[in-house]
């Protein structure tokens, strides 16, 4: 969707009221106006929800938001992010599996990932977080999957993650991609793309 970067900022401010007000059947009718009028996933989650997480990330550092209120606002847009999987039709282009790792809490990036993938064509096994590395891998194998990839938000968990991506492609000959913060998710794409 071309949408120019001051509508972007517009849409995030209005779906950040819109979460401090709890306001979560406001919030689906704005992204889901959004798909409607051609928004993609990936442009959502780049231009919409990561600059909105980012912006309740400082807010709450800063003490301005509590925990409760940053809670609140992680737990609908994960809602969100659940139902964005647009309708395919045909057969997948491959198998992933993603997932974090033990330590890292942060499950929205892995969501991002898995929306992303999906709405690319790939059937794709949402882990969730903190999980550990063997059964990552054994069930990477036993799903034969395509390849793995590990969401970390942290300067710590993405060291982490790198380690385990060592242990996976070690013990499943898969690749596995490891995203850190700033990372994007068309990078991402192009990975898993070649
Ligand atoms: C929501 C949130 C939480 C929630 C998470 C809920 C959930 N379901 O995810 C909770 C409350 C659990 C939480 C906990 C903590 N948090 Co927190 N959290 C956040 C917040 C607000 C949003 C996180 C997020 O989703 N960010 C947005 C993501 C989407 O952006 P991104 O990281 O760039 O991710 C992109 C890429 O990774 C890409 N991607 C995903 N997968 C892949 C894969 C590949 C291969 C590629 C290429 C790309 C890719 O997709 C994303 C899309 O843009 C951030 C603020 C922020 N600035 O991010 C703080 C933040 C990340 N948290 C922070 C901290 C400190 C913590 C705690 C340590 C706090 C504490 N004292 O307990 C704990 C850590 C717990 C743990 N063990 O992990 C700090 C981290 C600072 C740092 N650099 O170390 C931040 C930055 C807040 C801040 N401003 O201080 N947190």
Not at 155 to 176: F, K, L
Request: a negative charge; glycine letters at 8%.
């Amino acid at each position: 969707m071309e949408v120019a970067v001051k509508q972007w900022e517009q849409q995030t401010h209005r779906l950040y009221l819109r979460l401090m007000a709890g306001d979560e059947l406001g919030a689906h009718r704005l992204v889901d106006r959004l798909m409607h009028a051609g928004g993609d996933v990936v442009a959502l989650c780049e231009h919409l929800f990561t600059p909105l997480l980012s912006q309740i990330g400082a807010e709450w550092a800063d003490g301005t938001l509590t925990v409760a209120q940053e809670h609140r606002a992680s737990a609908i847009v994960e809602r969100l992010l659940d139902r964005m999987e647009p309708p395919r039709s045909g057969p997948p282009r491959g198998v992933a599996m993603v997932a974090t790792m033990q330590g890292e809490q942060h499950g929205l990036p892995a969501l991002m990932a898995t929306a992303a993938l999906k709405a690319d064509g790939w059937h794709t096994h949402h882990v969730g977080t903190q999980v550990p590395v063997r059964d990552l891998a054994a069930l990477a194998a036993a799903e034969r999957v395509d390849f793995v990839v590990l969401s970390a938000t942290r300067v710590e968990t993405v060291a982490a993650a790198e380690v385990a991506a060592t242990v996976i492609r070690w013990s499943t000959a898969r690749p596995v991609y490891v995203g850190g913060p700033g990372a994007t998710l068309r990078q991402l794409l192009d990975l898993v793309n070649g």
